[in-house]
């Protein structure tokens, strides 16, 4: 009888050592060997027993255990940017795992040093190999975001997006996407050489402002050309015409990087059948004026200053200058700050009328010569100053 009792004893036993289940003695180890991806090894299992594996109480895999209770998945789970401390449960067993961070996953290609105007390509890649986020590239200037591009990154292969560069200065490469981010410097040179080409043109206004240019820039690695055509305007072509000139001058073998205008002395002619100064004359000359800006801009390749009319002394020509002034305020509309309009006339024409003096830093100075149109020495100083600030602050200078 009491042999009976111990074999049926044994017999439980054995049939509830039959009946555990898989993961009773199972034991694991969660892993990042392979890049972008957790790798999960089991052992100690039943053998051939197929166990779930979960992670956030969501089955993620069925893992099949061989013959001798051990089972390795190269590939379990992807890694993640946002979440780098992760569990994993196979039944009883808890198997956790830090993956790497994502500072290092996204790779920029080495950034050329495009010239202004020309195509370059900023280069993606994804270290993980994992492919998938979109990313939104930008080219940043020291005023605002100039272009962006957006591209998914590829699991093997590289992406590249295309831009053509602004114009000359330091500039950012700003990539995000994905809960990833980096910024690179990117460096744009000269369209042509080694020094910026500024151009200073204009009528007779232009002629002591271009001279005071060239001593703001002294030290600079600059070249300004100084291009001057008496009595021409945007209202008449009798002596020059912009539009024309403002596409010889672009397409030259040496595009300027920089372009200053500074013009209007003899606007006010009517526009055929429309005279000076309403809305109409006012929408075809912001028409014109707005055709130049684009030319001369070259899609980005070059920073364009205008600088609008300052208040005559003669009152006549006070409607057709302020005219003008409402034209340029129009035409640069949508160029953003790469085409701006320097207020001339607040800076030596305050609530646009004239003056003949001003006193700065407590002493009379004299600000336009004895014809009430034309700048003094002391004016030109003064604008070739604001100019140069610009420049400075718009990253068009070194």
Avoid at 230 to 237: L, R
Wanted: charged share 20%; net charge positive; aromatic share 8%.
């Amino acid at each position: 009888m009491r042999r009976c009792a111990v074999a049926a004893f044994l017999a439980v036993i054995c049939a509830a050592a039959l009946a555990a289940p898989a993961s009773a003695h199972l034991q694991g180890h969660a892993g990042t060997r392979e890049r972008g991806w957790v790798a999960l090894r089991l052992w100690g299992g039943k053998p051939h027993a197929i166990v779930s594996v979960y992670e956030n109480n969501a089955p993620i895999a069925r893992v099949q255990l061989g013959g001798r209770g051990r089972a390795f998945v190269r590939r379990l789970a992807q890694w993640q940017c946002g979440a780098r401390d992760r569990a994993f449960y196979v039944r009883a067993l808890t198997v956790t795992v830090r993956t790497p961070g994502c500072s290092a996953r996204l790779g920029v290609g080495d950034l050329r040093r495009p010239r202004a105007g020309h195509r370059f390509a900023v280069r993606l890649r994804d270290r993980w190999h994992l492919g998938g986020p979109a990313m939104k590239v930008c080219l940043v200037g020291p005023v605002g975001v100039f272009a962006c591009r957006t591209g998914r990154l590829h699991p093997l292969a590289t992406t590249a997006l295309l831009f053509d560069a602004p114009h000359p200065g330091v500039w950012s490469v700003q990539v995000s996407g994905g809960e990833m981010s980096t910024t690179r410097r990117l460096t744009v040179l000269p369209a042509t050489g080694t020094k910026l080409r500024v151009l200073a043109t204009g009528d007779s206004l232009m002629i002591r402002v271009a001279r005071h240019i060239r001593k703001q820039l002294k030290g600079k690695p600059a070249l300004v050309q100084q291009d001057i055509h008496f009595g021409a305007g945007i209202s008449h072509n009798y002596v020059y015409d912009w539009r024309q000139a403002s596409r010889r001058d672009t397409t030259s073998a040496r595009p300027p990087d920089i372009v200053v205008l500074f013009l209007g002395g003899t606007e006010g002619p009517a526009f055929g059948a429309v005279p000076c100064c309403g809305p109409d004359w006012i929408a075809i000359y912001r028409k014109r004026a707005h055709q130049i800006m684009k030319t001369y801009f070259r899609e980005g390749a070059a920073q364009v200053y205008w600088l609008n009319l300052p208040a005559p002394e003669d009152p006549e020509r006070v409607p057709a200058f302020q005219a003008a002034n409402q034209g340029l305020a129009l035409a640069v509309r949508g160029f953003g700050p790469w085409v701006r309009v320097l207020d001339e006339a607040e800076l030596l024409t305050p609530g646009f009328v004239y003056r003949y003096s001003a006193v700065v830093n407590g002493q009379t100075v004299i600000l336009r010569q004895s014809d009430g149109l034309h700048l003094s020495r002391m004016g030109a100083i003064m604008s070739a100053q604001m100019i140069k600030q610009a420049m400075l602050a718009d990253g068009a200078l070194p």
